[in-house]
């Protein structure tokens, strides 16, 4: 069983510190999990700064520091409700044009009752415009390029709460 | 077979909760070790989804922590706090429910051996 030294001890937390971890409970749980596996795994005369590279590598998958983002983001955003991109939009159109579109065809059925099939071009214009244009915005949305569009990129995920009321999170590279 | 990360990341709560509920304190590397030992290797926790978990449970009131020093370094201990023991069955209960409702849904029968 290897015995860890006080300075490898300094080391492994200077590192996570350099690596992003500034969370001091965090950096606990990680120095004593690092310290296990390194105890248990280690032979006595191995070498313990390539034993712990290795290590900490598995940890993550593009850097260290995505465990206290992590952290971060069950903290604060915990209350929040999490939407992809599709259902924002959907989310949006329902809120905003469904009920305009629905009260157009309520009172489309209305016209029929009274007046029959026999409406005027208004009428039925008016409802195919204003029915198609989500249709026209949401086709705008999807087919705009990456570049063009970076407010909500394509795959983030959409938070909506209370503080912040909406927290929009790019997809990972 | 291990499974998928994505899999396990809506049950990660409910199983720390549950290693809680049945073992009276714990800490982080106790914890991915008994998962593995209890599963046969086929739920492995990673650090990366354990421990902002256990920050968010701590932060939630839902467990509470015991420090203990080993030589220079600290060990978190663990345990359910009142709040995280209510808690704990009742995301339980869920987690049950929900596994019923999807062995119904995709016709899965138990397996017996």
């Known amino acids: 069983m290897y015995c860890i030294s006080d300075q490898q001890i300094d080391f492994i937390l200077a590192d996570l510190h350099r690596k992003g971890i500034q969370i001091e409970g965090l950096q ?11 105890e248990e795994n280690l032979e006595e005369d191995g070498d313990f700064e390539q034993f712990y590279f290795t290590t900490i590598k598995t940890f993550y998958q593009q850097e260290l520091r995505e465990i206290e983002e992590e952290a971060l983001f069950l903290l604060q955003f915990q209350h929040h409700l999490r939407f992809s991109r599709n259902q924002f939009f959907l989310l949006l159109f329902t809120i905003f044009i469904g009920p305009f579109i629905a009260g157009d065809l ?48 394509k795959k983030s995920t959409i938070l909506l709460g209370i503080k912040p009321f909406i927290k929009i999170i790019p997809a990972r590279a | 077979m291990t499974y998928s990360p994505e899999l396990l990341k809506g049950t990660l709560k409910t199983i720390v909760l549950k290693l809680l509920t049945d073992n009276k304190r714990m800490y982080g590397y106790e914890m991915t070790q008994r998962v593995k030992e209890l599963t046969l290797d ?45 808690k704990a069955k009742e995301k339980l209960k869920e987690l049950t429910n929900f596994v019923d409702t999807m062995i119904s849904l995709l016709d899965l029968k138990p397996k017996l051996d």
Do not use: M
Request: proline share 7%.
């Open chain 1, 28 to 38: 606990s749980n990680l120095l004593d999990h690092i310290c296990i596996l390194i």
């Open chain 2, 42 to 86: 086929k739920i492995q926790i990673t650090e990366g989804a354990l421990y902002p978990t256990l920050h968010a449970l701590e932060a939630d009131g839902l467990v509470k922590v015991e420090i203990e020093y080993i030589g220079k370094r600290v060990r978190k201990y663990y345990s359910l706090s009142p709040t995280g023991k209510a």
């Open chain 1, 106 to 153: 309520l009172w489309l059925i209305n016209s029929v009752d009274s007046n029959g099939w026999n409406l005027p071009f208004e009428i039925w214009g008016a409802t195919v415009v204003y029915s198609l244009f989500p249709l026209l915005i949401l086709l705008v949305l999807f087919l705009t390029p990456e570049r063009q569009d970076p407010l909500i990129p």
